[in-house]
């Protein structure tokens, strides 16, 4: 085995500088005995004085090759998502990506969620993939028009209203269900009515003869103790984590509305509450 000075000029052209480069010329037996194949990857390591040439392992390749076609998919999956604020479900990644899997990879899908919040939050039947959501939001359309209203929401990049009244009627004109679902439609914000976390018929007619929101309060906070009304909450979690959401009810001033608790409770799950 023998290492060799081999000096060249670039490009045939003795008006180019000439540069010296090593070579360590193996013997054929050797090669055969490593099993090595021209073309063969091999790392090189110092110890000491000692220069030591070793082979890529296939397992070491295949680590390599996984690894970067990992980042690859991550970043697909990270760019079209953002583009998709509202989710996607898998056959829709992998149609918009023309990806040859029919299912994903579940290592790969662990490691995302640790490295960039992927989440994949079930809505009925249907999971869709989408990034963690920690926020949430409230607001009263007393004082407002259905055009004002709108604006506010679409303002605020809002996707999708709660509506937490009891009754969704008012005598305010576009604030009834029919045709304020209709009004959102139009904009791309999606509708939804949990009327078991509005405030009962009998604590809010109290409220409008003895105006004690203390005991108001107290009242409601029974009611949406009762576990079937909670689970609203978690109904309420999972419309949230997909959309950006607002929950919606009639009073201005959140302080003194049923939806302040229905706030109070998404905080005490880490929730991050603001009111528009």
Known sequence: MKLQKQSSRKKDDPNYEKYIKWVLVIPTDRINQLGWKEGQEVKDEIKGNNLIVSSVSEKNNSENKEEVLYEEFKNSIKNILERHPSGLTWSQIRDKLNLPQKYPNNLWVRKMEKEIGLARIKIGNVSYWNFENDSIYTIGYEGYTIEKFIKKLKDSNIQQLIDVREIALSRKNGFSKSILTSELKKEGIIYRHLPELGSPKEIRHQLYQDWDYEKFFKEYQKHINDEDVMQNISIIEGLAK??????????????????????????????????L
Request: glycine share 0%; proline share 0%; with cysteine.
């Open 242 to 275: 997909r959309r950006k959401s607002v929950l919606m009810c009639f009073e201005k001033d959140f302080k003194k509305c049923h939806r302040s608790i229905i706030a109070d409770e998404l905080k005490r799950k880490s929730w991050r509450v603001s009111h």
